[in-house]
């Protein structure tokens, strides 16, 4: 690049029209240098350069160009880099990779996201960036954006929205190759609309989002993407079919092919159909043939273990905005509407985008361990000869991008302690032992300047919130006393969906009030979160908070902010001491605002669900309540509470303030230690450098190499339909006709004297993995297995031994041998097995065929 040719004002303009300043600080630095008004204003440096008088002018100064040079030199390196983690380990994999959601949180200047679920398609955009892999973006420009949020006298959430323009944002439009503005039509019910797209740059990450904002279209369909989750049912499909099948026409258009699919929640789940009906019209293919073709490049992640909260949308609004397109289908209507069916009530249908997703995708995953176990639960009926517990439903924890989560103090830190390297071992464990010999003096330094950040952003937006509902002067000053950098602070801000608990700490006033009035160990805490605009449940528990934080009690020690935002979060994530989070186990599928808190050397404080019930390693941080599931809401609520408050006085409050004897105030030594091990124990694995290699790794890879496979070679399909056509013919037939040991000293179980058994005793199977198989001790045993298959190909299924050593619970599986041609349709399947000791064992009998990207993915399955 002929960077010493480029004038300052052009390199000005690169970082401001690359989100990759979302994540470096010093160009948020440098634009507020430029304009410090309009900057501590909207954080935005396109407006900045828009807004600034004579910038020309200003910008005739040179330290200021050196400074601009030097960041535009690191943006150029980093756009540059050839020894990226992808181009590392996947040379020759092709992409790109095309992830759709709805929502995307890349920084609080561009309002298109309403909470975690946002924030983690954000850092996933930005860590694959870093990490080099080739990835395009699809999601939806909200013109208003999600509501900003007040919080009126009396406690009541007030929604209003703004109007972002896309010429003020780090946008460009996208074009054709003439550099016309793209525009394309898109049927939606009954009509045809304009659909036009502004494209970010996220690093080397490349975000679309798509806007029915065209003036050729009805003034209600200008509005159809202005809101995220706004509006009613019909807003919300037509929104879903601009994103799914809107996205792959623009991508089409732009003449981006991608290798695989990644569909993020069921949201954006009728991108499969768009693609479908190209694969059936370019391929000449049958529906069926398409789908399979289309299923074996793609992802689908869920993120929610709340039944209700899975997107499903009525049969006549399917009807209305899909009858048309599965017409031209050649497959009956009852056809399509199975592939998402759930009968929530007897005498009401509707079409579930989760199932649909999993009808559509071949690759699955929930996004924590635990999350991973309850989507194989809620999801099994899509599976059901399966074990859940063996579902084809996988997981990949969430994580964090680092580097826009992490304080620039903490970043300058590290840059002075582990060396200026360290955004090259975001995922390397071992790296990160090193922080732990940072000195403790450097750590506290570093907090309380985080911490006297977060409480000046808590009073002016206090200040300013009071202001405007009116409060007297003396109200508005007093809160310049609220919170110091002594006093122990806990952070609780997330979305107030009522699952959350947000109010569950005002359990028992009496002694919330005692905690936070006791002079020797004062703790306060700091709310924030928006209810969606529907959710009257949640905007109740933030007229509750408000109401609390009025109390003369509790005035000063319980804040509430309004209007949570990327913003806040920033503040409150690297400035609390404790972060709190206590949800209704188990229904937070992962939760990423904890993750935000170890690298800025605070500590969690949580309910043992989502990623912290795999990171709490008992020093790290605190539990609230045990791993234990409850019948009753009422009890949970309760047990959880009282253990909060437990832990709060007789763990975390001695222990921050352990020094205090010895006349230091503040945060003790020990805490300090607390906090390092806290983050290095947690920086690796729960960052979305970790996470997106996981996906990388083992779903986005295998879902390019399935793609490629699959696109070359179109027998693969119809073997797939065959075996699956003849599976489906013959299941109800197949049985085990015998079960036979021999061998030294077998004792053969009385389950098995029997070598005959009607078929339909074996149709049950199991809702987990059980062994009641009887114990036997042998050295070699030799076991022989015979089934009626029926019309079915051997190699049509496996039949398979499941053993469980009963002294260290160790399960394995040895697959049968087939011992010869069928007779009368029955295949012999011998296994010699060496058993020392007392093992429980099972045979069962599955579908397979030798292309399956998991081995239960036919769904047939029978136990003996
Ligand atoms: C990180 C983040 C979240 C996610 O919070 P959870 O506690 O995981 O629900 C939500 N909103 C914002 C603005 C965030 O930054």
């Given at each position: 690049m002929r960077e010493t040719s480029m004038t300052t004002l052009s390199q000005l303009n690169d970082l401001a029209y690359n989100y990759w300043w979302s994540w470096n600080q010093d160009v948020w630095n440098l634009f507020?240098?430029?304009?410090?008004?309009?900057?501590?204003?909207?954080?935005?440096?396109?407006?900045?350069?828009?807004?600034?008088?004579?910038?020309?002018?200003?910008?005739?100064?040179?330290?200021?160009?050196?400074?601009?040079?030097?960041?535009?030199?690191?943006?150029?390196?980093?756009?540059?880099?050839?020894?990226?983690?992808?181009?590392?380990?996947?040379a020759n994999?092709?992409?790109?990779?095309?992830?759709?959601?709805?929502?995307?949180?890349?920084?609080?200047?561009?309002?298109?996201?309403?909470?975690?679920?946002?924030?983690?398609?954000?850092?996933?955009?930005?860590?694959?960036?870093?990490?080099?892999?080739?990835?395009?973006?699809?999601?939806?420009?909200?013109?208003?954006?999600?509501?900003?949020?007040?919080?009126?006298?009396?406690?009541?959430?007030?929604?209003?929205?703004?109007?972002?323009?896309?010429?003020?944002?780090?946008?460009?439009?996208?074009?054709?190759?003439?550099?016309?503005?793209?525009?394309?039509?898109?049927?939606?019910?009954?009509?045809?609309?304009?659909?036009?797209?502004?494209?970010?740059?996220?690093?080397?990450?490349?975000?679309?989002?798509?806007?029915?904002?065209h003036p050729a279209n009805s003034e209600a369909d200008r509005l159809l993407t202005a809101k995220l989750y706004g509006g009613d049912r019909e807003m919300r499909i037509s929104q879903e079919v601009i994103l799914g099948i809107g996205g792959v026409k623009l991508l089409k258009a732009l003449g981006i092919e991608p290798a695989a699919f990644h569909m993020n929640e069921g949201h954006s789940g009728f991108f499969q159909l768009e693609r479908i009906k190209n694969a059936m019209k370019e391929r000449s293919m049958t529906f069926d043939e398409a789908k399979i073709l289309c299923a074996s490049n793609c992802l689908f992640t869920t993120h929610t273990p709340v039944p209700a909260g899975n997107e499903a949308f009525s049969l006549p609004l399917m009807h209305k905005h899909?009858?048309?397109?599965?017409?031209?289908?050649?497959?009956?209507?009852?056809?399509?509407?199975?592939?998402?069916?759930?009968?929530?009530?007897?005498?009401?249908?509707?079409?579930?985008?989760?199932?649909?997703?999993?009808?559509?995708?071949?690759?699955?995953?929930?996004?924590?361990e635990l999350h991973g176990k309850i989507a194989q639960k809620m999801w099994r009926?899509?599976?059901?000869?399966?074990?859940?517990?063996?579902?084809?439903?996988?997981?990949?924890?969430?994580?964090?991008?680092?580097?826009?989560?992490?304080?620039?103090d903490v970043k300058n830190l590290l840059n002075e302690t582990v060396g200026t390297k360290w955004e090259d071992e975001l995922a390397n464990h071992d790296f990160w032992k090193k922080a732990g010999d940072i000195s403790?003096?450097?750590?506290?330094?570093?907090k309380v300047a985080l911490k006297a950040k977060m409480i000046s952003l808590v009073r002016a937006q206090l200040k300013k919130q009071l202001k405007e509902n009116n409060e007297s002067q003396k109200e508005i000053d007093a809160v310049d006393t609220y919170l110091d950098d002594k006093t122990l602070v806990i952070g609780f801000a997330r979305r107030f969906a009522t699952y959350k608990r947000a109010t569950l700490i005002f359990k028992d006033l009496k002694k919330l009030e005692a905690l936070v009035n006791n002079p020797e160990r004062p703790v306060a805490f700091v709310f924030s979160g928006k209810a969606h605009p529907q959710d009257v449940p949640g905007q109740k528990y933030i007229e509750e908070i408000y109401k609390f934080s009025r109390m003369p009690s509790l005035k000063g020690k319980v804040i509430i902010l309004e209007n949570?935002?990327?913003?806040?979060?920033?503040?409150?994530?690297?400035?609390?001491?404790?972060?709190?989070?206590?949800?209704?186990?188990?229904?937070?599928?992962?939760?990423?605002?904890?993750?935000?808190?170890?690298?800025?050397?605070?500590?969690?404080?949580s309910v043992l669900d989502g990623w912290w019930r795999e990171a709490f390693d008992g020093n790290n941080g605190w539990a609230i309540g045990e791993e234990k599931d409850f019948a009753n809401d009422e009890i949970q609520d309760y047990e959880d509470a009282m253990d909060f408050y437990k832990t709060l006085e007789q763990t975390i409050l001695p222990l921050y303030y352990a020094d205090k004897a010895k006349g230091e105030n503040g945060s003790s030594a020990a805490w300090i230690e607390k906090t390092k091990i806290s983050f290095v124990t947690n920086i690796s694995r729960y960052s979305t450098h970790r996470m997106v290699q996981d996906y990388m790794?083992?779903?986005?890879?295998?879902?390019?190499?399935?793609?490629?496979?699959?696109?070359?070679?179109?027998?693969?399909?119809?073997?797939?339909?065959?075996?699956?056509?003849?599976?489906?013919?013959?299941?109800k037939a197949m049985y085990f006709t015998y079960v036979h040991f021999d061998g030294n000293h077998v004792e053969v179980p009385s389950q098995f004297d029997k070598s005959w058994k009607s078929p339909l005793h074996h149709v049950e199977y199991p809702a987990e993995v059980t062994f009641p198989g009887r114990v036997f001790e042998t050295n070699e045993a030799h076991i022989h297995v015979g089934t009626y298959l029926?019309?079915?190909?051997?190699?049509?299924?496996?039949?398979?031994?499941?053993?469980?050593?009963?002294?260290?619970?160790?399960?394995?599986?040895?697959?049968?041998?087939?011992?010869?041609?069928?007779?009368?349709?029955?295949?012999?399947?011998?296994?010699?097995?060496?058993?020392?000791?007392?093992?429980?064992?099972?045979?069962?009998?599955?579908?397979?065929d030798n292309f399956l990207v998991h081995p239960f993915e036919y769904g047939y399955m029978m136990w003996y």
């Open positions: 507020s240098s430029i304009n410090k008004e309009v900057w501590a204003e909207t954080r935005n440096p396109v407006l900045v350069l828009k807004n600034t008088k004579d910038l020309e002018a200003s910008l005739n100064n040179e330290d200021l160009k050196k400074k601009v040079g030097d960041l535009h030199s690191r943006l150029v390196t980093y756009l540059n880099r050839k020894d990226t983690w992808f181009a590392k380990n996947f994999t092709k992409g790109p990779i095309a992830y759709f959601s709805a929502e995307y949180g890349i920084h609080e200047a561009l309002p298109i996201y309403s909470g975690g679920l946002g924030v983690l398609s954000g850092d996933h955009v930005k860590s694959a960036s870093d990490l080099g892999i080739p990835m395009v973006f699809v999601g939806l420009f909200y013109s208003n954006g999600y509501f900003t949020q007040r919080i009126n006298e009396d406690g009541k959430q007030l929604d209003l929205y703004g109007k972002f323009q896309p010429e003020n944002l780090s946008l460009t439009p996208v074009t054709t190759k003439n550099g016309e503005a793209l525009v394309f039509d898109l049927e939606l019910a009954e009509r045809t609309i304009k659909v036009q797209a502004h494209k970010a740059m996220v690093g080397s990450s490349e975000l679309y989002l798509l806007d029915s904002n899909f009858f048309k397109m599965i017409k031209g289908f050649n497959i009956s209507w009852e056809r399509f509407v199975e592939l998402g069916i759930v009968p929530e009530k007897s005498d009401y249908k509707y079409f579930s985008l989760t199932v649909f997703a999993i009808n559509v995708a071949r690759f699955y995953n929930g996004v924590s009926d899509q599976w059901p000869q399966v074990p859940e517990v063996e579902n084809p439903m996988s997981h990949i924890t969430n994580g964090v991008h680092v580097q826009t989560w992490m304080a620039l403790n003096s450097e750590i506290r330094e570093t949570y935002d990327m913003n806040i979060s920033r503040h409150l994530v690297s400035g609390s001491d404790v972060w709190l989070n206590n949800p209704r186990r188990p229904m937070e599928a992962s939760g990423t605002s904890g993750q935000k808190v170890p690298i800025n050397f605070g500590l969690n404080f790794t083992k779903f986005y890879a295998p879902a390019i190499a399935y793609g490629d496979k699959y696109k070359n070679n179109g027998d693969l399909i119809k073997t797939y339909l065959d075996n699956r056509r003849a599976l489906k013919m013959n299941w029926g019309d079915l190909k051997p190699e049509s299924v496996v039949v398979e031994a499941v053993i469980c050593d009963l002294k260290t619970d160790e399960v394995k599986t040895e697959k049968l041998r087939l011992k010869g041609p069928l007779e009368d349709g029955v295949g012999h399947f011998e296994l010699k097995f060496k058993a020392n000791d007392s093992k429980k064992i099972r045979f069962r009998i599955y579908g397979h």
